[in-house]
């Protein structure tokens, strides 16, 4: 079932690119061999923040690395995890025992990101996760063999939830995707919130890809809270926020808070029912230069959408993923010493500027409040965002001295 990878990638169960490969995560010497496992949804809910966009730009990313030229051989599979921990775990097993996959990239849903990060960690490979949300991977569940790169529920919290109590909307009622992701996206707004003196007022957890949000928007229209926050993602987002449309939820005087939104959900929603939406990202195609000119190079193969922060994410994981390798003379297909050596080296690449990766496994970098255009003011296809605020990084991100990951050391 394996294939080379074309210009524009498709949700086939495993691909890989043509460059020959050989040995494996259980290697025991050096080599110049590294093989890389796109691990996502590519036909589900989540398909379009990663999927096959993510695995387009993960072989961008082992181009632009540059040692192909210097003699590595780097080979590229992708398969789909159906948002199932299971059927993730299954796929990842065979990856490394089989396979010999060296790292996993993607892994958009909480609950997979959090069975694969126990699998690495297992297995001794590297984990890149930029798709999951879940703080609880830098948290209690972190592992020197996890770096989670682009955001977080801390992250968004700390975003948009505090920026709107801080606006006034200090009352607040949660729509939750029952699941990691959701329970976490919660407990960390509704504790930014509270620090920042607003009242929880309440809240109603919803089925994963739930098609029908009409009780659940009743009891938020019925709580009478400022802040209608969907504690959600992707299709659940976006089809929360077209019934509530239906409902009146914002004429009645209340305003929903999407805590975590893609560019691909207001392309889905349109400018005329998502303007004026606040939200927390790390990343935007149409930011500056550096990503402008990356986001075209992507465009150009895979021609569906600009990249999301997760696609984003992949390509600059496994680029400073790439220069550890090198920075080590080679692979030695050992995950906690390759997460080490990206952990002692500053991170820089053109889509998330300079950073740092702590020793809790979180990558450091700053986050930006935007809010989304009235159609009036977008001049261009998929210019859908004006920046509202810089969170610098010293403020985007848990505290370490308040991390509860067990390599933080307490003084």
């Known amino acids: ?37 796109a691990l996502g949804d590519q036909s589900g809910l989540y398909q379009d923040i990663g999927g096959p966009g993510s695995t387009v730009a993960a072989q961008m990313a082992i181009e632009d690395s540059g040692l192909l030229a210097k003699g590595w051989k780097i080979d590229l599979i992708s398969a789909d995890h159906q948002n199932k921990p ?8 065979q990856w490394i025992d089989v396979e010999k996959v060296d790292v996993f990239v993607d892994l958009a849903a909480s609950n997979v990101g959090l069975a694969i990060a126990n699998l690495s960690k297992e297995k001794n490979v590297v984990n890149l996760n930029s798709g999951s949300a879940s703080s609880d991977l830098t948290g209690a569940q972190c592992s020197p063999n996890t770096v989670h790169w682009v955001y977080d529920t801390y992250m968004l919290a700390n975003g948009t939830g505090k920026a709107l109590t801080k606006a006034g909307g200090d009352s607040w009622f949660f ?43 009743l009891q938020a229209q019925s709580s009478k809270a400022k802040i209608v926050g969907l504690a959600n993602a992707g299709g659940d987002t976006t089809n929360a926020i077209k019934q509530a449309a239906e409902f009146g939820i914002v004429s ?18 349109g400018l005329n029912v998502a303007q004026g939406l606040n939200f927390t990202e790390t990343f935007y195609w149409d930011m500056n230069d550096q990503t402008r000119a990356f986001s075209k190079r992507f465009m150009e193969r895979f021609k569906k959408n600009p990249p999301t922060m997760v696609q984003a994410g992949v390509y600059s994981s496994l680029i400073h993923y790439f220069k550890a390798l090198e920075a080590l003379g080679g692979n030695p297909h050992d995950g ?21 990766i ?6 450091i970098h700053p986050a930006y409040l935007f809010e989304v255009k009235k159609p009036s003011e977008s001049k261009y296809p998929w210019d859908y965002y004006k920046l509202v605020a810089t969170i610098p990084a010293d403020e985007a991100w848990l505290p370490l001295e308040k991390s509860v990951c067990p390599l933080v050391k307490k003084s």
């Open 175 to 217: 729509l939750t995707a029952d699941y990691a992701f959701g329970h976490a996206l919660e407990r960390d707004t509704g504790a930014v919130v509270t620090a920042t003196g607003g009242k929880v007022l309440g809240g109603v957890k919803h089925p994963l890809n739930n098609a029908d949000f009409s009780s659940f928007l």
């Open 358 to 363: 702590r020793v809790d496994g979180r990558k």
């Open 1 to 37: 079932m394996k294939r080379s990878i074309a210009a524009s990638v498709t949700t086939a169960l495993v691909m890989t690119t043509s460059f020959a490969f050989c040995g494996g995560a259980s290697a025991q010497t050096m080599d110049k061999v590294a093989k890389v496992g």
């Open 336 to 356: 906690r010493a390759v997460v080490a050596k990206m952990k002692e080296l500053p991170t820089d690449d053109p889509l998330f500027g300079k950073g740092s």
């Open 252 to 269: 009645g005087g209340q305003r929903l808070a999407g805590m975590l939104l893609f560019i691909t959900d207001i392309n889905a929603l």
């Open 86 to 93: 299971d059927v993730a775990v299954n796929i990842g097993k």
